[in-house]
């Protein structure tokens, strides 16, 4: 499987941005997907996750409430919408897929993107 992660860029505290994360070649619809983040000079880590059918969803306590994570197995993508964004959220954000259903962990994902950067200014 393929990931192609999009929508990062730079915006404003208090800002929106959607994250899309398009997968292709031999895509499972049946497979969990999630989000991951880096920031500058730290280690990545958990974000979101979504079940194949999108009924089971995880979060980071970080940014529970304010990110929602939603698929669209039609299309084979999976979205992020981040809202009240704040400085913190700036990171490289990776989308990843896998076979156990809404982990946080990143040793239950087989494929990960290539990243997309979301920058938070003050």
């Known amino acids: 499987v393929q990931l192609q992660a999009s929508g990062g860029g730079l915006v404003q505290a208090g800002d929106s941005l959607r994250l899309s994360c398009a997968a292709s070649?031999?895509?499972?619809?049946?497979?969990?997907m999630g989000w991951f983040r880096q920031a500058p000079g730290k280690e990545r880590e958990f974000v979101a996750a979504?079940?194949?059918?999108?009924?089971?969803?995880s979060y980071a306590d970080s940014v529970k409430g304010r990110f929602t994570i939603s698929r669209d197995n039609a299309k084979n993508t999976v979205y992020l919408q981040m809202n009240s964004l704040t400085p913190e959220d700036t990171a490289v954000y990776y989308c990843?897929?896998?076979?156990?259903?809404?982990?946080?962990?990143?040793?239950?994902?087989?494929?990960w993107g290539q990243g997309t950067q979301v920058t938070v200014s003050s």
């Open positions: 990843a897929a896998g076979p156990v259903g809404h982990s946080r962990y990143e040793d239950d994902y087989d494929d």
């Open positions: 070649g031999r895509t499972d619809r049946s497979a969990a």
């Open positions: 979504i079940s194949w059918n999108g009924d089971g969803t």
